[in-house]
């Protein structure tokens, strides 16, 4: 579903292409209406949600129009302020999600226009808003949501160029050029998914941790969240995302060597900010990812390690950061979950037990002590240490760097290990280690 995003991508936007316009006819919302609407709300859930929030500053940046983004969750209960006159856009990939389905019927009673942006055909979101524009992202069976997200981002974008263009903030001109940018969109996904070793040497640096952040500011920050949620929900690892200035207000504390942090930085008017957080994370031990666009010029030593994605218009980045986000997730889950040490033990790299023709670089990144275990110091703090299924580590052994103990593994008793480690199922760690 990862790599159907240029096609889902390309096919959500060129039918709402008219002469180089964007065009919403379909749910009969036109120029007038459109601009008539005194406020405007996006209510949804998770990664919908999340695509809401990249509508909100892109709305607001183009259209001059104050949006307010809600969870449906607490837009539901909270007896919101919304009525005639207002519309509010419902986001949902599958249509019918309890609680964003029930934020469009208060909405509704409450003399709101209702605009849905649904993936499934026919659904119940679908039926019961008052408009609709289909994303056609294609049957989405994962639950974590990937292709739904960026079909999401880009009505989003369509719906920014159509108000800016309506409440006539940008000049058709201006319009005409938004609408071609997003057109080249699609070819740049495919650009930004041949990065994929790098998302996976990402993926290697952050498999041990027990805690991640994710930072950004402003469209930056929107992404955060989506990176962190994907994050955790396939690969069950504890992550944040902060909007950058705010660490110093708290979470900083949380930062230490054990942190990895992933700080996406693709805006210019605030990068420099970005990378002022940047040097203050670092300057607490924490390894840092960070991606930028590719013209981005970064000093060295800056971040431990930089995704560069493909230049476009700054406003259209989310789509393409979007990607690596989902594949570090992606990576890491299979790092993770998988039963590492079988596969790797038996030898049969390219075996039909474990899809290494997906992980071509991860094998790279994984130093394998097998047999040869540490009796005394090994010193390596950047890499992922792999002990071998059953393998026995000697008490006197001393192993600086993130650990993959192996299924079965024994550690004895007063082994020293520096660095999060996961424990196979079975493995023994001895007293005092
Ligand atoms: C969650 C999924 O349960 O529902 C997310 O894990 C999804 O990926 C969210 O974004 C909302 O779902 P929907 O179908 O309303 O977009």
């Known amino acids: 579903e990862i790599h159907e995003q240029p096609t889902a991508v390309k096919t959500t936007i060129t039918p709402r292409i008219n002469e180089g316009m964007p065009d919403f006819s379909e749910c009969g919302l036109d120029d007038e209406k459109l601009a008539s609407y005194n406020n405007i709300y996006i209510v949804a859930c998770g990664t919908a949600m999340?695509?809401?929030?990249?509508?909100?500053?892109?709305?607001?940046?183009l259209a001059?129009?104050?949006?307010?983004?809600?969870m449906a969750s607490e837009f539901r209960y909270r007896d919101p302020i919304v009525g005639k006159g207002d519309l509010v856009i419902l986001i949902s990939q599958s249509g019918e999600t309890a609680d964003t389905r029930e934020a469009l019927l208060i909405s509704r009673k409450k003399g709101a226009d209702t605009l849905a942006f649904v993936n499934v055909k026919g659904s119940s979101i679908a039926r019961e808003a008052d408009m609709v524009m289909y994303t056609h992202a294609?049957?989405?069976?994962?639950?974590?949501?990937?292709?739904?997200?960026?079909?999401?981002?880009s009505m989003m974008y369509m719906f920014a160029f159509k108000l800016a263009y309506a409440k006539k903030v940008i000049t058709e001109e201006e319009c005409r050029e938004y609408v071609h940018k997003?057109?080249?969109?699609?070819?740049?996904?495919?650009?930004?998914?041949?990065h994929d070793d790098e998302a996976q040497y990402a993926a290697s640096?952050?498999?041990?941790?027990?805690?991640?952040l994710y930072i950004g500011r402003g469209l930056d920050y929107a992404l955060s969240m989506e990176g962190s949620l994907k994050l955790?929900?396939?690969?069950y690892i504890h992550s944040e995302a902060y909007a950058a200035g705010e660490l110093k207000h708290g979470p900083i504390a949380l930062i230490s060597e054990q942190t990895p942090v992933i700080a996406i930085a693709t805006q210019s008017n605030i990068?420099?900010?970005?990378?002022?957080n940047i040097s203050e994370v670092k300057s607490r031990g924490a390894k840092v990812v960070l991606m930028c666009s590719e013209d981005t010029v970064i000093k060295e030593n800056v971040a431990d390690y930089i995704i560069r994605i493909p230049q476009c218009d700054e406003l259209l980045m989310p789509i393409l950061a979007a990607v690596p986000l989902q594949l570090i997730a992606y990576y890491t889950a299979i790092l993770r979950l998988f039963n590492l040490d079988e596969t790797i033990a038996s030898g049969i790299f390219d075996g039909v037990t474990y899809p290494w023709e997906v992980l071509p670089k991860i094998k790279d990144y994984i130093i394998e002590l097998g047999n040869t275990l540490p009796t005394e110091e090994y010193d390596h703090p950047s890499e992922n240490i792999w002990i071998a299924k059953s393998a026995s580590v000697a008490p006197t052994a001393y192993i600086n760097g993130p650990c993959i103990i192996g299924r079965n593994a024994e550690v004895r008793h007063c082994a020293f290990i520096r660095g999060n480690a996961i424990v196979g199922e079975g493995a023994v760690v001895g007293n005092s280690t």
Do not use: C
């Open 271 to 276: 990068i420099g900010k970005t990378l002022s």
């Open 64 to 70: 001059r129009t104050r949006v307010t983004v809600d």
């Open 138 to 153: 294609g049957p989405e069976i994962s639950v974590a949501s990937t292709k739904a997200f960026t079909v999401q981002i």
């Open 205 to 212: 640096r952050i498999m041990n941790a027990e805690s991640l």
């Open 50 to 61: 999340h695509a809401g929030m990249v509508g909100k500053y892109v709305i607001e940046k």
């Open 232 to 235: 955790k929900e396939i690969s």
């Open 182 to 194: 997003l057109t080249q969109i699609p070819q740049l996904i495919e650009k930004t998914l041949t």
